[in-house]
């Protein structure tokens, strides 16, 4: 009986273990967003696109009086099937009262590109701000051929890695 009332001392005292975790959170500081075209059609020589940024989301971008809200390098760019753009350009415009922020971008590559991953965008995240994929949404998809005229048919999706 004293071995049992000691075990039980001693297992009391270990705190009980295990769980770990059940805090909150971590703050993310960053989304990242793969642009993703789908569907059949003509190669696709450019596109725009315009990416519709939750509330606390932002992109780091640059203001003159000749190029208003430009992103900033690296912020966006041509990946995947879209590799080796001649053009990959953002335009940032930033959150107005209850319009949200937004990014117009151009991707031209005058060889052309097919369907895929087009583009990967770089989202800085404010602290207290917990977005998730599902705030994030694309809108004015514009895909078009070697002569500009708009490939009907295609679509465009996007993942997204928030860290």
Known sequence: MLIFALTLTVLSACGGGGGGGGGAAAQPTTAVL?????????????????????TGVTVRSISTPTTPWITDTGVVTATGAASGADLALGAYTPVSGPVPGKIK???????????????????????????????????????????????????????????
């Open 105 to 163: 971008i151009d991707i031209v590559k005058l060889i052309g590109f097919t369907t895929g991953e087009f583009s990967t965008v770089t989202c800085d995240i404010a602290p207290g701000t917990m977005p998730t994929a599902g705030n994030f949404s694309l809108t004015l998809f514009n895909p078009v051929d070697m002569h500009g005229a708009t490939i009907p048919g295609l679509t465009a999706g996007f993942t997204a890695d928030i860290h």
């Open 34 to 54: 793969k642009l993703i075209s789908s569907g059949t059609g003509t190669t696709m020589s450019g596109l725009d696109v315009t990416v519709v940024l939750p």
